[in-house]
């Protein structure tokens, strides 16, 4: 495991719209990951499952435009512009070969620079990364956080308290559409990058995969986490931790 005491290396770029694009850095000698925290979530979404991870990876942990030390917020953003901006940093650190994945919004953006760098990326971690808006209806009847506990409930209130109180109504509105107007199924039916679905199924028979716009394809995994819902990070840490784990090097395997 990943020790929680070992303080990270802060990473700092400037983005080019003028902003700072902020991530931290746990450096180790085996596979390069790089995760993407969700909407109104900083680096601390990962905490606990930074915690089961495995103690070699070379682990960095990007926040996006507008949270915790990347801002401001920008009104203009993208998935494909987010993308670029982390391969950037990514860059910035000589990665050359690496896995990327991340939760929500962050999982898209984790399919997205599958089609911006093939050749480059080992293997993406979708964690309830939609592939369209519309799979939230389709697939699961616009259900998102229905298994939490009434604990982990307030610590996802809480997160997110901290986000949005630094916003306005405007940077807010902004960021909450940009999801809504990408839709990844191309790259998943065109890449041939390894891809880890990881989802859960609130408490209800699975969607297909059909509901779900992720093709039937060999380097498409779908993993379900039974009793969760979409705070996976907090609800299941370390089946989720496990599900990178185990994905990253069976990936690296001979």
Not at 145 to 156: K, M
Request: charge should be neutral; include cysteine; proline fraction near 7%.
């Amino acid at each position: 495991m990943i020790s929680t005491g070992n303080p990270p290396r802060f990473l700092e770029i400037k983005r080019r719209d003028g902003g700072r694009l902020a991530g931290y850095h746990w450096q180790g000698p085996g596979p390069s990951l790089l995760l993407i925290p969700g909407s109104w979530s900083d680096y601390r979404q990962f905490d606990a499952v930074r915690a089961h991870l495995d103690k070699d990876l070379n682990l960095a942990v990007l926040e996006l435009p507008g949270h915790g030390r990347s801002w401001p917020p920008t009104l203009q953003g993208t998935i494909e512009e987010f993308a670029r901006e982390t391969l950037r940093l990514t860059d910035e650190m000589g990665w050359k070969s690496w896995f990327a994945g991340g939760h929500s919004i962050g999982g898209m953006i984790a399919i997205e620079l599958a089609g911006q760098r093939p050749l480059e990326l080992d293997g993406v971690i979708s964690i309830e990364g939609w592939t369209h808006h519309e799979v939230l209806s389709q697939a699961f009847s616009g259900q998102v956080d229905t298994t939490l506990s009434e604990e982990l409930e307030r610590q996802r209130l809480q997160a997110r308290k901290r986000t949005l109180g630094r916003l306005n109504q405007g940077q807010i509105a902004a960021f909450r559409s940009i999801w809504r107007r990408w839709d990844g199924l191309p790259i998943l039916e065109a890449t041939s990058v390894p891809v880890l679905e990881v989802w859960g199924d609130r408490n209800r028979p699975c969607p297909s995969r059909r509901q779900m716009r992720i093709p039937e394809r060999a380097n498409i995994h779908l993993r379900w986490v039974a009793g969760a819902s979409h705070s996976l990070p907090l609800e299941r840490p370390q089946e989720v931790a496990e599900a990178i784990n185990q994905f990253i090097f069976s990936v690296r395997a001979p």
